[in-house]
């Protein structure tokens, strides 16, 4: 009887520790600029998992400056904050079960001195941006040697990995189809698309999960999705 119950203390507490590290973290706070206390509309967060600095999750802030990142796992990550004109800020965390929604305060970013002394007028396009379940990139952002085809910016996107067979995996996910302007390049080919479509004349990718083509008709998750990356095409370059 003794034994049937150690053994059934040690389920229990192996099936809570499995069960605490898969629950989903929030991760929230707000961003203002150093000097002015105003809040930093529209900076871009991003959670970069490590060792390997691989993008996790991102988001801008809102028009007061505040940020949410639901659905985090459990562990180790670097949170990193960019804005126009402001150095950029990096803060460590640990992510635990225990404390599910993680408030990281108010971060307050320091003007870039550099900038301010070369008067730079121009905007850089922000890597990354989240829109609901879908990551959008911008292509200016990146830089790639003149004439690079697709398979060049893949490599530089933040979550991208490509093996050496040419598959391609995005946050984890394996990469099924490319498509230019909602529609399938080469039949949705990867690696066709890879090593054929020019980067000069990319505007920019977003990348998501596409439902089957029954789920859209009838309006039924069925579980079929397949993860794709949509790229737009510069204007006068159909």
């Known amino acids: 009887m003794k034994k049937v119950i150690i053994g059934t203390v040690l389920l229990l507490t192996t099936t809570l520790s499995v069960f605490s590290q898969t629950k989903n973290i929030t991760v ?51 949170l990193k904050v960019s804005y126009i004109g402001f150095q950029p800020t990096m803060l460590p965390l640990q992510l635990s079960a225990q404390n599910p929604n993680k408030n990281v305060g108010t971060l307050a970013l320091k003007t870039d001195a550099v900038m301010l002394a070369e008067a730079v007028v121009t905007a850089e396009a922000p890597q990354v941006t989240v829109s609901e379940d879908t990551l959008m990139y911008n292509s200016s952002a990146y830089r790639t040697p003149e004439g690079a085809m697709l398979e ?18 995005i946050n984890g996910k394996d990469l099924k189809k490319i498509m230019v302007d909602g529609n399938e390049f080469f039949g949705g080919d990867v690696k066709t698309g890879l090593k054929n479509l020019p980067v000069d004349m990319i505007d920019r990718l977003k990348t ?25 095409v510069k204007k006068g370059m159909n």
């Open 28 to 78: 929230a706070g707000s961003v203002i600029e150093d000097d002015t206390k105003e809040p930093a509309v529209q900076a871009t967060v991003q959670l970069l998992s490590l060792p390997d600095s691989a993008f996790a999750a991102g988001i801008a802030t809102t028009a007061q400056g505040y940020f949410t990142l639901p659905k985090v796992k459990a562990g180790k990550y670097v």
């Open 152 to 169: 060049e910016l893949v490599k530089k996107l933040p979550g991208a990995e490509i093996d050496d067979d040419g598959n391609v995996k």
């Open 208 to 232: 998501y999960d596409k439902k089957s083509d029954l789920a859209r008709i009838t309006g039924i998750d069925d579980g079929e999705e397949e993860t794709v990356l949509d790229l737009t």
